[in-house]
């Protein structure tokens, strides 16, 4: 072979091999071409589609979560087999979507149930008229012994067909263990012996604020003995209504009761505000119904100076009072010196039916007191009264 043959030889490709060549090198430019051209929305539309599965990953496990959270309270506190209804509903995108807004925190007394029959009744009024009433996520707290927590539990499973709601769990002896010496306290000023008020969870909302979680910023706090007639979420919404300096919301008491509890201190300063009626007088309050908000009860030095003995000692000295209606009473003394703290709750908010004062040496100025226009949204069946059907 000549060398120039064999030169042609190295040099050259077959005819084959530049086909391919070729080909591949077609290939390059036309991937070149598309991609300069597209590379921005294939990366965005890439990009969306990584976001959206990780949007609903995301979703799904919040979903799953809240659902195994729920299941786990429930299996605590009640027996029997837990349905998907009654731990947040099918899994669709709309049942998802109720469970995200905020919640809105409840916590309802309830204790030594197990012995009162009455209480159980108006105990299911209370839960089943509220949720009827509402499309607000609730979270609710049972306030009381663990025997009334799993009765409460069956109750609610039993009576109420929504699912916008979810028990917590309450461990009722670290709470009361952490404010021992102020309920001791509280109890031994504002309370006799044989009072209905003399259980330590009537003292409870003065200084729940130091043992509650620090997630929970708001709280609606109610007995057990009411009827709702209006949405639990415009209540919640009075919280917009406080000044700067108000740290709870609470009602007048609809009686003369402590026109009566200061007759005292009435006597012998008159033409004092003391145990007037609305709306001019420092008429005293009924807790049957508050509006706590929890941040600024953590946050106020003025509020946590005065939930001491000392200080209601002091005050009960002063005004001449001997109250036995638990922590309305202290909230009632706080407020004849700092009313700045306290946003006075419509009476329509917390409409109590009791008239045990009527007759009694009051009804001269009974109506004064009783009197509350406008729709009722909450009725309040103090003192065993029966609520209207």
Not at 210 to 225: E, T
Not at 310 to 319: F, I, N
Not at 355 to 382: A, M
């Amino acid at each position: 072979m000549s060398t120039l043959s064999r030169i042609r030889r190295t040099c050259c490709p077959s005819k084959e091999l530049s086909i391919v060549t070729l080909g591949v090198i077609l290939v390059g430019i036309v991937f070149l071409y598309y991609n300069s051209g597209q590379s921005n929305s294939f990366s965005r539309e890439n990009k969306q589609f990584h976001r959206n599965n990780v949007l609903e990953e995301k979703l799904k496990s919040l979903k799953d979560g809240r659902k195994q959270e729920k299941v786990e309270e429930i299996n605590i506190l009640s027996t029997g087999e837990v349905h998907p209804k009654e731990v947040g509903g099918e899994n669709t995108p709309a049942a998802m979507d109720r469970e995200l807004p905020e919640e809105i925190n409840v916590i309802i007394t309830f204790t030594n149930a197990h012995s009162s029959p009455s209480l159980q009744r108006k105990f299911t009024v209370t839960v089943t008229t509220m949720l009827a009433a509402t499309s607000a996520p609730l979270a609710l707290h049972i306030l009381g012994d663990m025997e009334s927590q799993k009765l409460a539990a069956s109750i609610i499973k039993e009576n109420v067909k929504s699912d916008n709601y979810r028990i917590v769990v309450l461990d009722i002896e670290d709470i009361t263990h952490r404010l021992y010496d102020l309920v001791k306290d509280m109890q031994s000023k504002f309370s006799g012996q044989r009072s209905y008020y003399h259980d330590a969870l009537f003292f409870l909302s003065i200084a729940i604020h130091k043992v509650l979680p620090a997630h929970i910023h708001r709280v609606i706090m109610l007995d057990a003995d009411l009827k709702f007639q209006g949405d639990i979420k415009d209540l919640y919404a009075l919280f917009s209504n406080f000044s700067a300096t108000n740290v709870m919301g609470i009602a007048h008491e609809a009686q003369p009761v402590y026109r009566h509890q200061f007759h005292q201190y009435r006597s012998q300063n008159k033409g004092t505000r003391v145990g007037e009626p609305p709306p001019n007088g420092l008429t005293g309050f009924n807790s049957g119904v508050l509006l706590l908000d929890i941040d600024r009860m953590r946050s106020s030095a003025v509020y946590n100076s005065l939930i001491t003995a000392e200080v209601a000692e002091q005050l009960k000295k002063k005004y001449s009072f001997r109250g036995h209606l638990g922590d309305q009473c202290f909230f009632t003394l706080l407020s004849l010196e700092h009313e700045d703290l306290f946003y006075v709750l419509p009476c329509n908010w917390n409409r109590q039916l009791c008239t045990w004062w009527k007759g009694k040496g009051y009804d001269d100025v009974f109506d004064l007191y009783f009197r509350c226009e406008g729709h009722i949204n909450i009725y309040h069946g103090n003192c065993n009264t029966k609520i209207p059907d």
